[in-house]
């Protein structure tokens, strides 16, 4: 029975985030290629920084019993604390011009008709 790989990054033997030492760990390849092919891949590969970074955020690191937090967690932390605050800032501030907009789409979409209307009707009373 074969046992159940997990894909972890390695923060014992990382050089930035673990992500390559990690995915090393994972596919039982050598870290120095895996490392090479992420730089190789930075130069390439256009938004390899993003995925990178990513994968730092949401691949877990290993288990680590002296409780570190690291950067993945402390990140979240910081995104769902500015997400709350986000979200009031753009309900106060914005509120009132989703009203406005709210308001002149139900007045386009009455008038919009009743115009196209009047434009046909003078069309028609003008070549008449």
């Known amino acids: 029975m074969e046992t159940k790989r997990t894909l972890y990054r390695d923060t014992d033997n990382k050089m930035l985030g673990g992500v390559a030492s990690g995915l090393a760990e ?25 995925a990178y970074i990513l994968a730092w955020i949401v691949v877990p ?17 910081a995104l769902r604390a500015t997400w709350g605050i986000t979200k ?6 914005f509120l009132p011009f989703v009203l406005v907009f709210l308001v ?10 009743v115009l196209v209307i009047i ?3 003078s069309l028609v009373t003008m070549h008449n």
């Open 26 to 50: 994972y596919m039982n390849w050598d870290v120095t290629l895996v490392r090479l092919a992420f730089v190789f891949c930075l130069f390439a590969v256009q938004g390899s920084v993003l």
């Open 88 to 93: 009031i800032l753009f309900s106060v501030v």
């Open 104 to 113: 002149l789409q139900g007045l386009i979409f009455i008038a919009l008709p």
């Open 61 to 77: 690191g290993k288990y680590n019993p002296s409780g570190g937090l690291g950067f993945g967690k402390i990140l979240l932390f």
């Open 119 to 121: 434009g046909l009707i």
